[in-house]
């Protein structure tokens, strides 16, 4: 029945048959794989580690964020036994494999899973995410995937020395306080950096010029007579305090750790880590979709390229096409299973339409994407997207009409005031663009998440903290979870801290919450 | 590419964790578990436990937004039927904001199941009773693993070596191999030495008999006496090593005025007491005698939930226990123990005929017979009960009759220090 539709190799036997696996099947799958990954489609990986896990170690795996040899926290627990009970209720299956974003790329496969699935998973995560990690931008910029491993391995070190050293109720309670300012934990810009000699430089470049024009004549001029150049005294030492605290500051953790007042070291120490490990991860919250499109795309291909030439048998096949199927599955918004949208769905749909256009385009494409439509380079194409979009400009740059009209996308406004929902755009040819750029600020993490600064910090004084929360479209903090949180930010803080909302747009204050440290 | 097996690598790796949260969630799960002990029965108070807990200090509070106001755009799969410009009403009354987004990754952490492990649960349950920690140790290991003999091995220290066995198989291999004894080899000298003495020397016979001496001394030296596969070694094996059985009767008294509180402490110490047996005794028989104005023996459901009505004679239950003991458990062969607990209430002209029949059939045969009083503890102020003074003339006559008073959990343990330290007495003393 299949034979039409494949080219038969029959000197080529399958790989394997059943559904048990070993070693030296692992192996020689995977070599197959890599040489169809790198050697034909030209994928630029980190060497591959492959490790056999069990569903325990998944699962500790799981409850501290998916990162192997994790610092000890009461929370990982609490998460072991939440998942944990669910899976053994049998209420959620768990993963096929977890991959290390780290040089060597780490990738766990799971024990119980059969031949097919591990040679799904391998090409996946080994292939697919593998290649995305080495090459997205967001990546190279903000991760340092060789040193991860030894971090990790340094942290928990650290965090078990100074349990000895302090007890565990101390350091629980400073991790506590820094996991509760994870999210602003998060440099969204890089610093710019200058180094000693660099400033130096600097220094003397100016000083330099104030010599070579300096002019008598100024020192003639009374100072009074400048008094748009010489702020009065307060407001000059004020300035040049946020100067040298450099504020306003977005990364919270940062700014505790470098100025709260009452922090001993290992403290601060402890803070830096889990603002390393909150960058570390900042990147992947950005690109869910395009990192779980590009690994499923490149799955997909390679299973089928597998297929082909006669290393699957046709049962493994139908297996990796009932895996695949109920991986990217998207329900539709009214179904009961509707959990917002579904990033392997979307990811693999968007990279499909992009070979599509690549290869088969339409006039509208060739419209709409005169750059690549047709350039049957579908590799190169998604390549340079890997390795230079993250989710929302991905969105922004390549979704067509033709996939909105295929998920039939719709953009609703929803204004708390009144109690209805507002269609404010369709799949149709007004809409596109409307659709597209809702979707895209959908996964624009800096627009999801609460802009939080610290604006002033008064180091002299009452010590106290003010932190100022930028209100966008009239969505205030969340009052309850607000409070419980400045309580962690005071506990670093040490002393007062205050929390203002204030509309972005008019400057107009909107909401303040204040509270003292715990003693 | 490597492929490591990682499967092999220590298990409960996240055990530190689990400890971390447990403790953080103490308060929680110590009511969790007193829950779970009402409805458990005596004899299962060991074995884990699934508890719900709701996590109040478990949050873990970050900075988020908040729902329901303001204004928000997004975007859904699936349109079927509108077009620009439709309204849609919000599914509660325009409460939520975005009805159908809800919880993206909120914080659904209100309550969870999670299983504590045996140790865990005891833990717990030990805690709220206050016992010192050396108790709980010997408690959890109730049955203290024997060696035992299980065959022979090849391997093991010098001082099990099973010298019969050795020599048998040093014997065997010995004669297989046809290993030369020393007296052969002598015989065979002196052989030589007569015929080197004769004159004239036989040299071809000599020859050969100096060669068969140099093959048999070669073969004794290559075929060793004992070879390190003659070895063996007796093997043992640690088993728990059940003791011998014990019978405890649960004697209490369910008219009205015991109340559930009052039930409830009461079966905690019987718990106690089972758990402390079951560490003595492989097999432990547990009889419920409940009484009022006459008494029955139930099971245990029917023990603790149901209520009678009416007065207290507690002699009914002493007679019911000897009734039993005679059908059943015969004090040859069983150790006996008893429990009672009580309001302390009884009618006055029935305390002497349990106290004679305490003295006289009940205590001889027991091991040990524990009175617990349960009750406010404001409640008798300064006097005593009906019972209680009765017993008490004879508590001063007899070490191994217990009674205390309790009217919280805490006061249940020092019935069991007496408990222990007789029995650690009788254990060091000389046994009967």
Same mark, same amino acid.
């Given at each position: 029945m299949n034979a039409p539709f494949r080219n038969i190799a029959p000197d080529v036997e399958p790989l394997f048959k059943g559904a048990e696996w070993d070693f030296e099947l692992v192996k020689k799958t995977y070599d197959a794989i890599e040489k169809i990954g790198v050697?034909? =489609?030209g994928l630029d990986i980190y060497p591959n580690q492959i490790e056999v896990i069990t569903a325990e170690q998944m699962l500790d795996a799981y409850a501290s964020i998916g990162m192997p040899n994790m610092y000890r926290h009461w929370s990982f627990g609490k998460h072991f036994a939440r998942e944990e009970g669910m899976y053994r209720k049998g209420g959620r299956a768990l993963a096929y494999e977890l991959v290390i974003n780290s040089n060597p790329c780490i990738n766990y496969i799971m024990e119980e899973n059969t031949m097919t699935m591990q040679t799904l998973v391998m090409a996946h995560a080994a292939m697919g995410h593998n290649h995305f990690f080495k090459n997205n931008y967001l990546f190279k910029q903000w991760t340092d995937a060789t040193s991860i491993l030894d971090y990790l391995a340094f942290a928990k070190e650290y965090v078990t020395e100074c349990e000895e050293k302090h007890g565990v109720e101390a350091v629980e309670a400073v991790l506590d306080s820094a996991h509760a300012l994870m999210n602003q934990g998060i440099s969204r810009h890089p610093a710019k950096r200058s180094s000693i000699s660099q400033q130096r430089d600097k220094a003397n470049k100016r000083r330099e010029h104030e010599e070579a024009t300096y002019n008598e004549i100024w020192r003639t001029v009374p100072r009074s007579a400048l008094p748009s150049l010489a702020p009065d005294a307060d407001s000059r030492a004020s300035l040049q305090e946020s100067a040298t605290l450099g504020l306003p500051q977005e990364n919270l953790l940062y700014f505790l750790e470098k100025h709260a007042p009452k922090l001993e070291d290992w403290q601060r120490e402890l803070l830096r880590i889990v603002r390393m490990l909150a960058q570390y991860f900042y990147p992947q919250r950005q690109t869910k979709v395009m990192n779980e499109g590009c690994a499923t795309w490149v799955h997909y291909e390679i299973m089928n390229r597998m297929y082909d030439r006669g290393q699957l048998t046709e049962g493994s096949m139908l297996e990796f096409m009932h895996s695949h199927s109920s991986v990217v599955f998207q329900p539709k918004?009214?179904?009961? &299973? &509707?959990?917002? =949208?579904n990033p392997y769905a979307l990811g693999f749909a968007m990279m499909q339409d992009i070979k599509r256009m690549c290869e088969e385009p339409t006039a509208e494409d060739r419209e709409w994407f005169p750059d690549f439509a047709g350039n049957g380079d579908t590799l190169g194409t998604l390549k340079d997207a890997w390795a230079n979009f993250r989710d929302d400009s991905f969105i922004l740059q390549y979704m067509s009409p033709k996939l909105m009209r295929d998920f039939r996308f719709f953009a609703l406004h929803d204004n708390s005031a009144f109690p209805v929902v507002e269609v404010?755009?369709?799949?149709d040819e007004k809409g596109y663009r409307n659709v597209r750029k809702m979707l895209a600020a959908q996964y624009d993490t800096s627009a999801r998440d609460p802009d939080i600064q610290v604006v002033n910090a008064d180091l002299s004084g009452g010590r106290r903290l003010t932190l100022q929360h930028r209100v966008r479209n009239n969505i205030p903090l969340d009052p309850d979870t607000c409070e419980r949180t400045l309580h962690h930010v005071a506990h670093l803080w040490g002393y007062r801290v205050k929390l203002i909302e204030v509309y972005a747009d008019t400057g107009k204050t909107v909401k303040e919450h204040e509270t003292l440290p715990l003693p | 590419m490597d492929i490591v097996d990682r499967r092999l690598n220590p298990k409960a790796k996240s055990l530190g964790n689990r400890q971390r949260f447990l403790r953080r969630a103490k308060g929680e799960i110590r009511d969790a578990v007193r829950d779970a002990i009402k409805k458990r029965k005596i004899a299962e108070v060991e074995g884990g436990e699934n508890v719900r807990i709701r996590s109040k200090s478990l949050r873990e509070p970050s900075f988020g937004l908040g729902h329901g106001t303001g204004q928000r755009d997004f975007v859904l799969p699936g349109n079927r039927e509108y077009s620009v410009g439709d309204v849609i009403r919000k599914p509660d009354g325009g409460s939520g904001g975005s009805g159908s987004k809800g919880s993206s990754d909120g914080s659904g952490e209100d309550d969870f199941v999670f299983n504590l492990s045996r140790d865990e649960f005891l833990d717990i349950f030990f805690e709220d009773l206050k016992l010192p920690n050396l108790v709980k140790a010997k408690l959890k290991d109730m049955r203290s693993p024997q060696p035992v003999r299980a065959g022979h091995t090849t391997d093991g220290p010098p001082a099990r070596l099973n010298h019969t066995r050795t020599m048998r198989k040093s014997m065997a291999r010995r004669i297989a191999l046809h290993r030369p004894r020393l007296q052969d080899l002598e015989e065979l000298e002196t052989e030589i030495a007569r015929h080197e003495a004769r004159d004239p020397r036989d040299e071809a016979h000599l020859t050969a008999l100096k060669a068969k001496l140099s093959r048999l001394s070669y073969l004794r030296k290559v075929v060793a006496y004992i070879d390190p596969l003659d070895l063996q070694y007796n093997r043992l094996e640690r088993r728990p090593k059940p003791k011998t059985q014990a019978v405890m009767f649960c004697l209490m008294d369910v008219s009205a005025s015991m109340t559930e509180p009052l039930k409830d402490l009461a079966k905690r110490f019987f718990m106690l007491l089972h758990l402390f047996l079951t560490r003595h005794y492989a097999e432990v028989d547990l009889v419920f005698i409940r009484h009022t104005t006459e008494a029955q023996e139930v099971d245990e459901e029917t023990f603790f939930k149901a209520t009678e009505t009416g007065g207290t004679i507690i002699s009914t239950a002493l007679v019911e226990m000897m009734k039993i003991i005679k059908d059943r458990y015969s004090p040859a062969d069983w150790n006996i123990y008893a429990a009672q607990a009580s309001d302390?209430?009884?009618?006055?002209?029935d305390m002497e005929q349990c106290l004679q029949m305490l003295e006289g059939d009940i205590l001889p045969c027991t091991q040990y017979f524990a009175y617990i009083e349960v009750g406010q503890e404001d409640g008798m102020h300064g006097m005593s009960s009906v019972a209680w003074s009765g017993y008490e003339e004879i508590a001063g006559r007899h070490e191994h009759f217990a009674m205390r008073k309790a009217?919280?959990?805490?006061?249940?343990?020092p019935v069991f220090r007496e408990l222990f330290a007789t029995s650690e007495l009788r254990a060091s003393g000389a046994c009967p």
């Open positions: 050697g034909e =489609m918004f009214e179904d009961k &299973y &509707y959990n917002g =949208m404010k755009s369709i799949h | 302390g209430h009884n009618f006055d002209d009217s919280s959990p805490g006061d249940i343990y």
